[in-house]
T-cell receptor, first 118, second 113 residues
C-alpha cells in the first residue's frame, strides 16, 4: 500500500517551454503533498508544501510564479516548471502524507522526475 | 528551523561488516526520525523510523538509536550485503504548521563484495 506514482520519469524540454510533472497517490488519499528538488550528490531540498484545495506554501527562495503547484484533488498534485531554463535541470521528487496520518508517520515518495532543459 | 547534520558523506565497508551513519538535529521539538534509502534514479524509500519516546528500534539487520538529550540518532546496518549499497538519508520532523521534514545531506554507502 501507500504507492505514489510520479510521471514522467524523465523529460527533456527546450529552454523557454513549460513542463508539467504529475504526482498521484494510487491507493490512499493525500491531504498534503511535498515537492522536493535534488541536485546531484546532494540532499532533498523542500520546494513547497501543498494541501488539497488550498494554495501551496513555498519555501524561501523558491519562485512561486516559476514553479506552479496545483493540488486539485486528494490524489493528484502537479508541479509546472514555467519558462524552463537550463539551470532548472534537476531531479524533482514528490511525496505525500495520507489522510489521517499523524506527524509521526513516514512520507511516501514518488520515483522522481529527471528534468533536462536544453 | 530544524537543521540536520549527517556523517559520513561516504562510507565503504566490506561485505559482512557493519555500517554506522550518524545524525544530529537542532530542534528539540522534533519527535519523529525516519531513515530513507535512495537507489540511483529512484525516490527515497523508508527503511526504518523511530519516535522520540523510544531509544532504540531494530528490524532484522537494521537498527536505529536515538539520544534525545544529545539530539543524536544513528543508523546501524549489520552483516552488510552488496544490495545495501545506496544513499541513505536521515530526517527529522519538526512540529511546525506544515510538519516539515528536514533531511540530512545523505551518506553514500558502498558495500564491497
Amino acid at each position: 500500500g501507500a504507492v505514489v506514482s510520479q510521471h514522467p520519469s524523465r523529460v527533456i524540454c527546450k529552454s523557454g517551454t513549460s513542463v508539467k510533472i504529475e504526482c498521484r497517490s494510487l491507493d490512499f488519499q493525500a491531504t498534503t503533498m511535498f515537492w522536493y528538488r535534488q541536485f546531484p550528490k546532494q540532499s532533498l531540498m523542500l520546494m513547497a508544501t501543498s494541501n488539497e484545495g488550498s494554495k501551496a506554501t513555498y519555501e524561501q527562495g523558491v519562485e512561486k510564479d516559476k514553479f506552479l503547484i496545483n493540488h486539485a484533488s486528494l490524489t493528484l498534485s502537479t508541479l509546472t516548471v514555467t519558462s524552463a531554463h537550463p539551470e532548472d535541470s534537476s531531479f524533482y521528487i514528490c511525496s505525500a502524507r495520507g489522510l489521517g496520518d499523524s506527524l509521526n508517520s513516514p512520507l511516501h515518495f514518488g520515483n522522481g522526475t529527471r528534468l533536462t532543459v536544453t | 528551523g530544524e537543521n540536520v547534520e549527517q556523517h559520513p558523506s561516504t562510507l565503504s565497508v566490506q561485505e559482512g561488516d557493519s555500517a554506522v551513519i550518524k545524525c544530529t538535529y537542532s530542534d528539540s521539538a522534533s519527535n519523529y526520525f525516519p531513515w530513507y534509502k535512495q537507489e540511483l534514479g529512484k525516490g527515497p524509500q523508508l527503511i526504518i523510523d523511530i519516535r522520540s519516546n523510544v531509544g532504540e528500534k531494530k528490524d532484522q539487520r537494521i537498527a536505529v538509536t536515538l539520544n534525545k538529550t544529545a539530539k543524536h540518532f544513528s543508523l546501524h546496518i549489520t552483516e552488510t550485503q552488496p544490495e545495501d549499497s545506496a544513499v541513505y538519508f536521515c530526517a527529522a520532523t519538526s512540529s511546525g504548521g506544515y510538519q516539515k521534514v528536514t533531511f540530512g545531506i545523505g551518506t553514500k554507502l558502498q558495500v564491497i563484495p
